[in-house]
């Protein structure tokens, strides 16, 4: 702490001394289109002032915005920061959400009619803090809380000290797991959908020998495209994904016995987690993006939330499937301040940023 401290006083005291920080070189030049690639790596710097630059920088967006704009404008960088906030001042951009951070979340969310709080897919979802106690099981999935975000540790041991049961999917036990004492279901890296297949598999089975696994009521009225009977009235097939799970389609039932040979999961764990998953307890799902950030992990996020509505976990006390993220990590609950940034609300009643409506508005893309 000492050794941080000395480091942020001769940072302050530091500040006044930077006169000159940016420099150019003919490599680019800033007075139009001219790009002279063949000096990359061979020109110079040279030394400008803070004024310059700035002036460098402002007069070719003004350019670009005058000849091509907004379109021209790709802001790589999120909406929520301050260097982002201030395009839909100036102008507008073409804002470019990658899947470093969100993984295949950021690709699917909102397609499935999930919410997705400003750009971050899937949070704000999960039941407010005070109500984690309220769960039998709280899953996290590829969570490590104690390590990435301290302050929700306070309020999962809440839930643990009131008998809470944890379970932890992941490949490694890490230290959240440790400390929550969770039974660790382990997963190969990259191989989270087909586990996630069997155990939906799983609950079609139970629920079919028995009973009182899936939630109907919630599937049937809440839910589209799992049974023939709740396919969109405008749906051009009549493939569902319950003929999907029991192999009609491909001749490969997913069953545990098929998942275990991808993912490494014991063939009990998976039908261990199917019957915790039943519409019978109060299970909250949690997840982090870290199991969507592999390749091949596209169908995840719908795999996820798929074995949740199984059970009918959402909108109920004690219940919840949502991300696990940030300062959304065991703190959940709707805000009732408006970012800074002032390009989203957190409650439906506030009222639209221009960032969010008006013409100069971050137009969103993925890459």
């Not at 310059?52 to 070719?60: Q, R």
């Amino acid at each position: 702490m000492a050794a941080q401290l000395a480091f942020q006083k001769e940072v302050v005291e530091a500040a006044d001394e930077v006169v000159h920080e940016v420099g150019r070189g003919a490599a680019v030049d800033f007075e139009g289109d001219a790009v002279h690639g063949e000096l990359r790596g061979k020109d110079e710097w040279e030394r400008i002032s803070w004024d310059e630059a700035l002036t460098l920088v402002t007069d070719e967006l003004k350019r670009v915005y005058a000849e091509y704009g907004q379109d021209a404008v790709v802001c790589n960088g999120w909406r929520w920061a301050p260097g982002s906030a201030m395009f839909p001042v100036i102008g507008g951009a073409v804002y470019n959400t990658e899947c470093e951070s969100f993984g295949c979340w950021a690709f699917q969310t909102e397609a499935l009619g999930m919410y997705s709080h400003g750009d971050h897919p899937d949070l704000m979802m999960a039941p407010d803090k005070y109500d984690l106690p309220n769960a039998d099981t709280i899953v996290l999935y590829g969570c490590n809380p104690a390590w990435s975000q301290h302050s929700s540790m306070y309020w999962l041991k809440n839930a643990q000290k009131a008998g809470v049961k944890f379970v932890f999917v992941g490949p490694d036990y890490n230290a959240t797991a440790a400390a929550m004492d969770a039974r660790w279901i382990r997963v190969r890296p990259g191989t989270d959908t087909a586990f996630l297949l069997a155990v939906a598999y799983e609950m079609v089975r139970l629920d079919e020998e028995r009973g009182d696994i899936i939630d109907w009521d919630f599937v049937n009225e809440r839910t589209v495209g799992f049974t023939p009977e709740t396919m969109p009235a405008d749906a051009t097939t009549d493939e569902n994904f319950r003929d999907y799970l029991l192999g009609a389609y491909d001749n490969t039932p997913k069953t545990p016995e098929w998942a275990t040979e991808i993912c490494g999961t014991p063939v009990e764990d998976i039908t261990w987690y199917a019957e915790m998953a039943g519409k019978n307890n109060a299970v909250m799902f949690l997840h982090s993006y870290a199991a969507s950030r592999y390749l091949g992990a596209e169908n995840l996020s719908q795999a996820f939330m798929t074995v949740s509505a199984l059970g009918g976990h959402f909108g109920k006390s004690g219940h919840g499937s949502a991300a696990i993220y940030t300062w959304d990590a065991g703190d959940s609950g709707y805000r009732l301040i408006q970012h800074v940034g002032g390009d989203y609300g957190y409650v439906d009643n506030l009222v639209g940023s221009p960032a969010a409506t008006g013409p100069n508005r971050n137009i969103e893309g993925n890459s």
